[in-house]
């Protein structure tokens, strides 16, 4: 069975299972060149069924995330009709009807059937020839179901938490072989996703965006300064039982007005870290009330893309896995699992997460005849280019690596990447003014062997996300001392990616030549990508990236080309 997934929101993206084997996914800001594109994902779904070699005539059943019509940027403060009718009501029901679910069913059902969402996607999808049935699929289901088949896990708790979808903002179930059991849900109202996305908003950074930026600016504040504040804001989240209760009495862009009391003369770094204990320490009393006997759990949701909040749960849990890119770029692959799952084909587990194009020796070519020679020097090296990126590295280069199949999700892993020496924090400066102009707070990220992921790090249980830059942890003393440009400096946590031969041979062989170099198991790791722009995706996308940047160097397949 030939299953399309489509999210047609917030970073739109696309998916192909074949027989529950997960075979591309694609977001549409890599296709375009524009960051966090949403709507209807045209451009990826012609592209994952490319990779593919899936005809759009063989498509048995698309998989669509989110029944409602799913809420854009763009429309963040202003969403249209009918998704504005929530939003509207809100302030006409009584608050403790709002802090239940009881409303939510009718509202999304009525607002999917008014919408035309059916129709427009039939249209979009006939057009481009894919006349498979269509399957609308809830959105904290699609989380769900993206966390429990994707983690490979045969029976687990399962926790969904965001912002909102469908009116709900978070969720347990229980996941067991095929099936899912809902437990209790969250209503929007709620949200502990929508608070920490208003916390963003009111720092005067982007909403849907930037809340990690919050999160890394927390450890910066002294927690003396914080704590009465703190105790404050608590108050505005109630656990009671199985469901956080919002007691702040306001919703959406209400809660701006709060917070110009509640913070009234509180520095920006403390407002950080009041933010992040709240979130951190509402999750954990919500996760003891329903994590009963279970000793594995998967997550999924945008509010796990935060990565400090995730550590905890391994000093929870035996096993746990965390939905890598666990936001809404996520739910293609949800929807898509689940429907493969309701006919009775288990999904693969998440595997690596190059699930992109692998572009022809042809196609780099045809980009690097955009390069003016006079100033840079073009070279073939062949199949050692590899090893010769970790001796650039050991002299000091700052290098863009261009290698097979681009990676999905929010996390550059080593194929579209830009490495560093971690050793010497004067690397930090150096790559922001080159290329990365990333705020002074926020901290690069370590790619490192898996044979010394645990001398670098402290561990409490292994889990297949470490591979994806989803959980932070923090720093050993080898790591303060070799690792620094790639560690937070505020508490010396990093979120590494952890490689193994199996996963990356080509990139596994670059650090570990590095290692036989400098006795270093790790290479700094970030994006390779302009302020403002997706991860590159393409050759050309990559050398329009080198020449409007200072880099060093670009290894691109077997070419390395140096300023």
Same mark, same amino acid.
């Given at each position: 069975?030939?299953?399309?997934?489509?999210?047609?929101?917030?970073?739109?993206?696309?998916?192909?299972?074949?027989?529950?084997?997960?075979?591309?996914?694609?977001?549409?800001?890599?296709?375009?060149?524009?960051?966090?594109?949403?709507?209807?994902?045209?451009?990826?779904?012609?592209?994952?069924?490319?990779? /593919?070699?899936?005809?759009?005539?063989?498509?048995?059943?698309?998989?669509?995330?989110?029944?409602?019509?799913?809420?854009?940027?763009?429309?963040?403060?202003?969403?249209?009709?009918?998704?504005?009718?929530?939003?509207?009501?809100?302030?006409?029901?009584?608050?403790?009807?709002?802090?239940?679910?009881?409303?939510? #069913?009718?509202?999304?059902?009525? &607002?999917?059937?008014?919408?035309?969402?059916?129709?427009?996607?039939?249209?979009?999808?006939?057009?481009?020839?894919?006349?498979?049935?269509?399957?609308?699929?809830?959105?904290? =289901? @699609?989380?769900?179901?993206?966390?429990?088949?994707?983690?490979?896990?045969?029976?687990? =708790?399962?926790?969904?938490?965001?912002?909102?979808?469908?009116?709900?903002?978070?969720?347990?179930?229980?996941?067991?072989?095929?099936?899912?059991?809902?437990?209790?849900?969250?209503?929007?109202?709620?949200?502990?996703?929508?608070?920490?996305?208003?916390?963003?908003?009111?720092?005067?950074?982007?909403?849907?965006?930037?809340?990690?930026?919050?999160?890394?600016?927390?450890?910066?504040?002294?927690?003396?300064?914080?704590?009465?504040?703190?105790?404050?804001?608590?108050?505005?989240?109630?656990?009671?039982?199985?469901?956080?209760?919002?007691?702040?009495?306001?919703?959406?862009?209400?809660?701006?007005?709060?917070?110009?009391?509640?913070?009234?003369?509180?520095?920006?770094?403390?407002?950080?870290?009041?933010?992040?204990?709240?979130?951190?320490?509402?999750?954990?009393?919500?996760?003891? +009330? &329903?994590?009963?006997?279970?000793?594995?759990?998967?997550?999924?949701?945008?509010?796990?893309?935060?990565?400090?909040? +995730?550590?905890?749960?391994?000093?929870?849990?035996?096993?746990?896995?965390?939905?890598?890119?666990?936001?809404?770029?996520?739910?293609?692959?949800?929807?898509?699992?689940?429907?493969?799952?309701?006919?009775?084909?288990?999904?693969?587990?998440?595997?690596?997460?190059?699930?992109?194009? #692998?572009?022809?020796?042809?196609?780099?070519?045809?980009?690097? /005849?955009?390069?003016?020679?006079?100033?840079?020097?073009?070279?073939?090296?062949?199949?050692?280019?590899?090893?010769?990126?970790?001796?650039?590295?050991?002299?000091?280069?700052?290098?863009?690596?261009?290698?097979?199949?681009?990676?999905?999700?929010?996390?550059?892993?080593?194929?579209?990447?830009?490495?560093?020496?971690?050793?010497?924090?004067? &690397?930090?400066?150096?790559? +922001?003014?080159?290329?990365?102009?990333?705020?002074?707070?926020?901290?690069?990220?370590?790619?490192?062997?898996?044979?010394?992921?645990?001398?670098?790090?402290?561990?409490?249980?292994? /889990?297949?996300?470490?591979?994806?830059?989803?959980?932070?942890?923090? @720093?050993?003393?080898?790591?303060?001392?070799?690792?620094?440009?790639?560690?937070?400096?505020?508490?010396?946590?990093?979120?590494?990616?952890?490689?193994?031969?199996?996963?990356?041979?080509?990139?596994?062989?670059?650090?570990?030549?590095?290692?036989?170099?400098?006795?270093?198991?790790?290479?700094?790791?970030? /994006?390779?990508?302009?302020?403002?722009?997706?991860?590159?995706?393409?050759?050309?996308?990559?050398?329009?990236?080198?020449?409007?940047?200072?880099? #060093?160097?670009?290894?691109?397949?077997?070419?390395?080309?140096?300023?």
């Amino acid at each position: 069975m030939k299953i399309l997934g489509i999210h047609d929101g917030h970073t739109a993206t696309a998916c192909v299972l074949d027989n529950g084997k997960l075979k591309a996914m694609v977001s549409e800001e890599r296709i375009w060149h524009e960051k966090e594109k949403g709507g209807f994902p045209e451009g990826a779904i012609k592209e994952v069924l490319s990779i /593919s070699g899936i005809k759009p005539s063989e498509i048995d059943k698309v998989a669509v995330a989110t029944l409602t019509p799913p809420l854009l940027p763009e429309h963040f403060n202003d969403p249209k009709f009918p998704r504005n009718l929530y939003q509207s009501l809100y302030k006409f029901i009584h608050k403790s009807i709002l802090q239940g679910d009881s409303y939510v #069913d009718p509202i999304v059902n009525f &607002v999917h059937k008014i919408s035309r969402r059916r129709e427009e996607i039939e249209r979009r999808l006939r057009e481009l020839g894919i006349k498979g049935e269509i399957i609308f699929v809830e959105h904290h =289901l @699609a989380h769900a179901s993206s966390a429990f088949f994707g983690s490979g896990f045969e029976r687990s =708790l399962v926790l969904t938490l965001d912002g909102a979808g469908d009116g709900i903002s978070g969720t347990y179930y229980v996941g067991d072989g095929l099936k899912l059991e809902l437990k209790g849900r969250i209503s929007a109202y709620n949200s502990l996703g929508e608070f920490y996305t208003r916390i963003t908003e009111y720092l005067g950074l982007k909403p849907l965006s930037h809340e990690y930026k919050v999160m890394g600016l927390a450890p910066y504040a002294e927690p003396k300064y914080g704590e009465e504040v703190y105790k404050k804001v608590r108050k505005f989240f109630e656990v009671r039982g199985d469901r956080i209760i919002n007691k702040a009495g306001v919703y959406k862009r209400d809660y701006l007005k709060v917070f110009q009391k509640v913070f009234y003369k509180v520095r920006f770094d403390v407002i950080g870290y009041v933010a992040q204990k709240v979130l951190e320490d509402v999750v954990f009393e919500w996760v003891d +009330n &329903v994590k009963g006997d279970f000793d594995t759990v998967a997550l999924g949701g945008g509010v796990f893309m935060n990565v400090k909040l +995730n550590y905890g749960f391994l000093e929870r849990f035996k096993r746990v896995f965390v939905m890598p890119s666990a936001g809404d770029e996520s739910i293609a692959y949800g929807a898509a699992a689940y429907v493969s799952a309701q006919n009775g084909i288990k999904p693969e587990p998440i595997g690596t997460l190059y699930l992109g194009r #692998d572009f022809s020796e042809k196609e780099i070519e045809e980009a690097l /005849s955009e390069i003016d020679e006079r100033k840079f020097k073009i070279e073939k090296i062949g199949k050692d280019i590899h090893e010769y990126v970790a001796d650039l590295l050991v002299k000091g280069f700052v290098v863009a690596r261009f290698y097979g199949r681009s990676e999905w999700g929010a996390r550059a892993l080593g194929n579209r990447s830009i490495l560093a020496d971690p050793r010497s924090l004067n &690397v930090v400066s150096r790559i +922001n003014r080159m290329i990365k102009h990333r705020d002074f707070w926020m901290p690069f990220a370590p790619s490192v062997l898996d044979e010394d992921f645990e001398d670098y790090f402290i561990v409490p249980t292994r /889990s297949k996300s470490e591979r994806y830059m989803i959980l932070a942890y923090p @720093a050993k003393p080898r790591a303060q001392r070799e690792l620094p440009a790639s560690l937070h400096q505020g508490d010396f946590t990093g979120r590494p990616q952890v490689v193994f031969k199996e996963d990356n041979p080509e990139y596994y062989s670059l650090i570990k030549r590095f290692k036989e170099k400098t006795g270093v198991g790790a290479v700094l790791n970030t /994006s390779f990508n302009l302020h403002g722009y997706p991860i590159v995706y393409s050759p050309k996308q990559a050398i329009f990236t080198l020449l409007n940047s200072d880099l #060093d160097a670009l290894a691109i397949g077997e070419y390395l080309v140096i300023r």
